[in-house]
């Protein structure tokens, strides 16, 4: 099927021929047969790189050519970025004066993004999606297009129960609403078509050739061919990588854990390097610089070393400047292998010539390892063959005896994807979103409520009758927390509406107001470990080692804890130390503690560190709203305290810093190095000299400084030397802001 066939407007079809794509792929068109731009649902259940996302920007761009609104889910911060960068190549079609215009959302959970309604299609994550509406967005009502990109997640306990409800809502919202669900190759896709009330086009076919195969005695055995690796190391994984690079591939490595990953590159990137001719290197060392640059652990280093052979790491431990400096080098052909955690299977567009599987277990905390799903192996064996670029992909898995390699022939080359279900039905998951749906007004009575259920993808699955329990002991407890009033009409009091508008989990926001009116003294640490209590905040685990300097702590500072369960109960004072643990992560990081100190006192990485603190600025701001409703009920100022560590923990500084550091571009080294040296404020940095402030931070820096703050700079041309024109450029467009802009 040509793009010149389809009933879109003439300006997107020159768009996709402009781009190279005169034909439809087989799954592409039969969506479009099945009236994808007709307004009909759609569910395309096909693989990786089969061109799920080209029928979304069809659809998309059909309904904005008539006056419509497109909303695109994801489930991750990565992929929403990912794709608004690719809609924003829609700016140069002409549907409207000014092209397409494209906004993303995925921060500020207590925000209606009201801003965001004058664009045509908007990209957030599900969650963010879902605040929206608890926060009575207007826009959401204009939209007319819904693309839910990966929606087998719906089979996830973690993001599974948001997806669902969320959709539920927005189909109850705009129930004309056209809904175009991209799917990975699930086992009863019919069931999720058969629920979204969509035509369902389901698919096996890939523009690369897939193989998929095992790698034992030397060789890589497919079911009919087998292909001999030549055994230049001791590890099977690296020779067969570099088979793939004698080849002029490039290979993607999963691991089950991050240590094995870092691991690996090492070792692969000792061959690799060998490898690799001078212009490559060159590309490598500018790679490294920007490595080294973007980080500030020892792990920068590891990671810069690996890159510098050829080789890289990528997991959620690393910070985001890393994992996107390492996509983008191994895009460019720079980077020859990546060693990732099954995380970089989802989602990220990101192929590559062979996909080498290490390890097909996976660690469970409950089980130990257990083998992952076969629709995870999918995922991870998808991401083989660049379209356009490889004559072909392979996925390999490795194993160790001639048993084991059927094994896996039986359990995941020739096996079916498993079916995907419904995890809304545990109380967890139902208490925040019974409360939503009442506050936004999807429900006022128990019975509306088991009517809004019946809606949802779990009721197209099971009887709801066994959640009417469940049910009612969420309504029992939101009464018993005072988010909720009333049996025959259910209203939200403003605690609730709070509590919702604020996306925090209602047993977060009990366990806050509780703890907040039990606490005799307020401290910081009182603060943080409330919120490290609340089951929305990620927590450390317990080493063998922690147990006794953690405890010397609380008894050390027991007055500033609400509430200290019994060492008696010892799985809860177990998991109460763990809240403690993480409540001094927090504690080190806004104590000015280097990221180096605070990645190796605990364990974690660069990325996970950004993590807890964005997680724990979200959950202080809910502390001092929540603290703010009932601060008549409480004999301190816990809610001032809570926005100075909002702040605090926002930047990673102390109290003293927080005006110096609010400034563009400075960070809290370099806020600290102009306090210790007397420039304590802003004012004393405008009666500072650029040479002054020049020795503490660096020229390029200072000047920066200068100009954010509204002063004007006159540099000598030795001084104006030392700036490069991107610098200059936003100088001269700071140059324009004003000292009282800056102030607001």
């Keep these: 099927m040509k793009i010149e066939s389809l009933d879109l407007p003439g300006e997107v079809i020159r768009f996709y021929l402009d781009s190279g794509i005169e034909s439809l792929y087989p799954p592409q068109a039969e969506a479009i047969e099945k009236g994808l731009l007709e307004d009909k649902n759609i569910l395309a259940a096909i693989p990786t790189a089969s061109g799920k996302t ?98 087998h997640l719906l089979d996830s306990a973690n993001r599974g129960p948001t997806l669902e409800v969320t959709l539920t809502k927005l189909m109850k919202l705009n129930p004309g609403c056209q809904i175009i669900a991209l799917s990975a190759t699930i086992g009863n896709a019919y069931e999720v078509a058969d629920w979204l009330k969509a035509g369902l086009v389901l698919s096996e076919w890939r523009p690369t050739d897939l193989r998929e195969g095992v790698y034992y005695g030397g060789n890589i055995n497919f079911r009919s061919s087998q292909k001999e690796i030549e055994p230049r190391s001791a590890d099977d994984a690296v020779n067969i990588l570099l088979d793939t690079l004698h080849d002029g591939g490039q290979c993607l490595v999963f691991e089950s854990s991050r240590k094995n990953c870092v691991s690996f590159a090492k070792r692969a990137g000792a061959k690799v390097s060998e490898t690799l001719d001078k212009p490559t290197r060159n590309l490598l060392d500018e790679l490294v610089e920007q490595i080294i640059e973007s980080g500030e652990t020892e792990a920068s280093n590891v990671l810069a070393q690996c890159v510098r052979n050829g080789s890289a790491f990528h997991h959620a431990g690393l910070n985001s400047a890393h994992r996107k400096l390492v996509e983008d080098g191994f895009r460019a052909n720079k980077i020859k292998v990546i060693c990732s955690t099954p995380t970089l299977a989802a989602g990220l567009n990101l192929p590559a010539r062979r996909v080498i599987i290490r390890s097909y277990k996976r660690f ?26 490889d004559p072909y992909g392979e996925s390999v898995l490795v194993a160790k005896s001639y048993g084991e390699m059927e094994q896996l022939f039986d359990n995941y080359i020739d096996a079916g994807a498993e079916d995907i279900w419904s995890k809304l039905g545990a109380e967890n998951a139902l208490r925040t979103h019974v409360l939503s749906t009442i506050v936004n007004g999807f429900a006022t009575t128990r019975d509306g409520l088991m009517e809004f259920i019946e809606a949802t993808f779990f009721a197209h699955q099971n009887d709801t009758w066994g959640l009417i329990e469940v049910i009612d002991d969420c309504l029992d407890f939101l009464r018993d927390k005072r988010m909720l009033e009333g049996d025959d009409t259910l209203l939200p009091t403003v605690l609730g509406r709070l509590v919702s508008t604020l996306y925090i989990d209602p047993l977060s926001g009990a366990y806050i107001v509780d703890g907040l009116k039990k606490a005799e003294h307020i401290t910081d640490l009182t603060l943080l470990h409330l919120i490290c209590k609340t089951p929305d905040m990620r927590q450390l685990y317990m080493r063998s080692n922690d147990y006794e300097i953690i405890n010397d702590f609380v008894m050390a500072h027991s007055e500033e804890f609400a509430e200290i369960p019994p060492r008696s109960k010892e799985i809860d004072y177990d998991w109460f130390l763990g809240e403690v643990k993480t409540a001094l992560l927090i ?19 660069e990325g996970d560190v950004h993590a807890f603190a964005d997680i724990a600025k979200w959950l202080m701001h809910s502390a001092s709203r929540l603290a703010g409703l009932i601060a008549s009920e409480l004999d301190n100022d816990a809610a001032g305290r809570a926005v100075m560590l909002e702040k605090r923990i926002h930047y990673g500084a102390s109290p003293e810093l927080i005006q ?85």
Excluded: C
């Design 54 to 151: 080209l029928l979304a920007e069809l659809a998309m761009l059909k309904a904005i050519s008539k006056g419509g609104k497109a909303l695109y889910i994801v489930p991750l911060r990565a992929l929403a970025s990912e794709k608004f960068e690719r809609f924003r190549e829609f700016s140069s079609i002409g549907l409207k004066d000014g092209g397409v215009r494209v906004g993303i959302s995925t921060g500020d959970f207590e925000s209606r993004d009201e801003w965001l309604g004058s664009n045509d299609i908007i990209v957030a994550t599900s969650e963010k999606t879902d605040s929206l509406l608890r926060n009575s967005t207007s826009w959401m009502e204009e939209i007319t297009t819904i693309v839910v990109d990966e929606v």
């Design 364 to 389: 469970d905390s409950n089980f130990g390892m257990q083998p992952i799903p076969v629709l995870e192996y999918k995922q991870m064996a998808g991401r083989a063959g660049r379209p356009h670029l």
């Design 587 to 605: 504690l080190d990081w806004i104590g000015e503690k280097s990221l180096d100190q605070i990645t190796k006192k605990f364990n974690v990485g």
């Design 660 to 744: 110096l550091v609010s400034i563009r571009g400075i960070g809290r080294v370099r806020a600290r190095k102009l306090y210790d040296n007397g420039l304590k404020s802003i004012a004393d940095i405008r009666n500072s000299n650029l040479n002054t402030v020049s020795g503490l931070i660096g020229q390029k820096t200072a000047a920066k400084l200068f100009s954010e703050i509204g002063i004007h700079l006159t540099l000598s041309s030795a001084e104006l030397g030392t700036i490069s024109s991107k610098t200059m450029g936003s100088l001269m467009e700071n140059e324009q802001r004003t000292f009282s802009d800056f102030e607001k």
